[in-house]
């Protein structure tokens, strides 16, 4: 027997209701849900279950999360199938933050404007940095440190015959490569023996001894085509690359394209971006830079970033360029202020060692001793006072182990050795499985293209590698262990604990950076990028995702890689988005029952 609230409906809607009136009663089922859904009190907020405590807990925390994914996805548009569009031609070498027709509209004047500014020039077209038309894949290493391909730098020939002479000499352009000499061929005046002229200088018999007397990392400011940092590198001495933006000629550009640790970086009014402290040598070769300008401010920030008894070494002309005045003189009058010993001077050569005692500087009472320590310089202004001095890192070159650090130095970074064996042991077996991993095979369901072969696994394509999220350099290490011929550009993320001194003490490349802002270098500069956490990380910081992969398109040369590994919400917008970039993706599941996911990506060459 039908109840009469059904006879009733029987006789309101007949016996079978219209189809506006369902959807009236789907819409006014949704809003009511909508309704209970934004009220303030959510029964789920006071639901509590002894026996499973944790079920709700972060339940506001993934609602914040799932929004924040919702606005990530939709900046790809209404129609997530459809791919980013190729830059311009004007696009190809295309470096963020160096736009210096923006920066004189801002005021920024007196070389400043060919500084960094990324508050400036905020870049919102979301489109691929396409290769130029001759561009070709590098030759591997270590043929791709003597010969490059001309096409794939932004070098005419012009720049190239106007180059110095010793440059000249050690590089030879052909029809469509550019030829650097080899160790072997180097003669009077190479390279090879400039680098065991300065060994002799600071009383070595050899610069195979380079390591041995302290000097493990070396900044080489304004490098040339960086053959002197290829010549230590060879030495075992982490030498890095740091020169001005150059929209054409670019030095990092083609140091980087050897194969070749580079950064952009300058002395104008911001500071670099290292800790103090950092290098055991600090080398100029004609590298444009008045060091006695801004009343020695460059000087300082030389003696802010040298480690106690480190070495200073200019080469230069005897005069300073338009005066009859020695290239020494201005020197002369700071360096005994920063208590520097010119410690030997040889034909163009002056090499200056910085003291050992953090007490001299009070007692010459020329410049201020900093307020605090400069723990997070990230191209902070320039300053006039002296820093290092008050932190316990205040350890002579000559009285630190080479290699590993000790018990005792890791003691000042405040790192345990247990703590640093688990993160070795960690990488070590993070490797072995990553260059498995690094192969074509992972994508052999996608179809081949006609005529194409299955490259071998990327023994030797793998070069340039950057560590996105480098924490103690762990990455680095188990690469060396493993006997991969690869350099590591570690980065540590501005807002996390900052261990870039504990990457830089043993002996690796380091800086700090800012992942929401994008990242000093050339388009096509490496090979491989490996982010642990970045983007948990820079959702923390609730920077844009989409910033950051498009900038890691950027930087990564063609048909390289990219291996992220992160939460599970995170891998998937991220391969949500790399997809829309045409890169390969595919997600790796540890199974080891954690959140965590594997995403190992290979970026395709794309032409016009």
């Known amino acids: 027997m039908r109840s009469s609230w059904y006879n009733k409906l029987l006789l309101t809607f007949g016996p079978r209701p219209p189809l506006n009136w369902l959807l009236l009663f789907l819409v006014i089922v949704l809003v009511l849900v909508a309704l209970l859904g934004s009220s303030p009190f959510n029964p789920l907020d006071s639901v509590t279950d002894p026996t499973r405590p944790d079920i709700y807990s972060g339940y506001r925390r993934l609602k914040e999360q799932a929004v924040n994914d919702y606005l990530e996805l939709r900046k790809l548009g209404t129609n997530p199938s459809t791919d980013f569009d190729l830059c311009g031609k004007e696009r190809e070498n295309y470096v963020p933050c160096y736009n210096s027709s923006a920066n004189l509209l801002s005021g920024f004047k007196d070389g400043e404007d060919l500084d960094r500014h990324c508050e400036v020039s905020r870049d919102t077209e979301y489109c691929l940095v396409r290769p130029p038309k001759d561009y070709k894949i590098p030759l591997t290493w270590p043929s791709g440190r003597d010969v490059i391909w001309s096409g794939n730098v932004k070098l005419s020939k012009d720049q190239f015959l106007s180059s110095g002479s010793m440059t000249k000499r050690l590089m030879l352009l052909e029809e469509n490569q550019i030829s650097f000499h080899s160790d072997g061929e180097m003669v009077v005046d190479g390279v090879k023996d400039y680098s065991h002229q300065i060994a002799e200088m600071i009383g070595l018999g050899s610069d195979t001894e380079f390591r041995e007397a302290g000097v493990q990392n070396v900044l080489d400011i304004g490098c040339g085509f960086g053959s002197f940092g290829a010549h230590l590198l060879s030495l075992k001495v982490m030498a890095v690359c740091m020169a001005a933006y150059e929209s054409t000629g670019s030095q990092v550009q083609v140091a980087l394209e050897r194969g070749l640790p580079a950064v952009i970086g300058n002395f104008i009014s911001k500071q670099i971006p290292f800790p103090s402290l950092s290098y055991d040598m600090i080398h100029c070769t004609q590298c444009g830079i008045f060091w006695d300008d801004k009343d020695g401010m460059f000087l300082i920030e030389v003696d802010r970033v040298l480690k106690p008894g480190g070495y200073f070494v200019l080469t230069s002309p005897r005069r300073r360029q338009g005066t009859k ?48 320590e400069d723990g997070q310089s990230y191209y902070k202004p320039l300053a006039q006072c002296i820093s290092g001095t008050g932190t316990k890192r205040w350890i002579p070159i000559q009285n630190r182990s080479s290699g590993s650090l000790s018990s005792a130095e890791l003691a000042i970074h405040g790192i345990s050795p247990e703590d640093l064996f ?9 490797i072995r499985n990553y260059w498995s991993l690094l192969s074509p095979l992972i994508f052999s369901d996608h179809p081949k293209r006609p005529g194409d072969e299955d490259p071998m696994p990327p023994y030797n394509m793998v070069r340039n590698v950057m560590d996105m999220n480098a924490r103690y350099g762990g990455l680095n290490t188990a690469l ?11 980065v540590v993320p501005v807002g996390q604990h900052n ?29 491989m990028l490996h982010a642990n956490g970045l983007l948990s990380h820079l959702a923390s910081e609730r920077c844009s995702m989409l910033d950051l992969i498009f900038e890691m398109d950027r930087i990564l040369r063609p048909e390289g890689w990219v291996i992220i590994s992160d939460k599970v919400g995170q891998i998937e917008i991220a391969r949500t988005l790399v997809t829309q970039l045409r890169w390969e993706a595919r997600v790796i599941d540890l199974q080891d029952g954690s959140e965590q996911r594997l995403l190992v990506c290979q970026k395709p060459f794309l032409r016009k």
């Open 499 to 527: 261990t870039v001194p504990v990457i830089l003490d043993q002996g690796f490349a380091g800086v700090l950076h800012n992942w929401c802002e994008p990242f000093p270098t050339y388009p096509r500069t490496y090979d």
């Open 325 to 372: 005045r020695a290239i020494a003189t201005p020197l002369e009058e700071y360096t005994p202020k920063l208590c520097w010993n010119l410690l030997a001077q040889q034909d163009e050569t002056f090499i200056w060692q910085k003291t050992t005692d953090a007490k001299c500087y009070s007692s010459k009472q020329t410049f201020p001793l900093c307020n605090g």
């Open 422 to 430: 688990q993160d070795s042991e960690y990488w070590r077996s993070a």
């Open 480 to 490: 060396l262990e493993a006997r991969k011929s690869v350099w590591v550009m570690n």
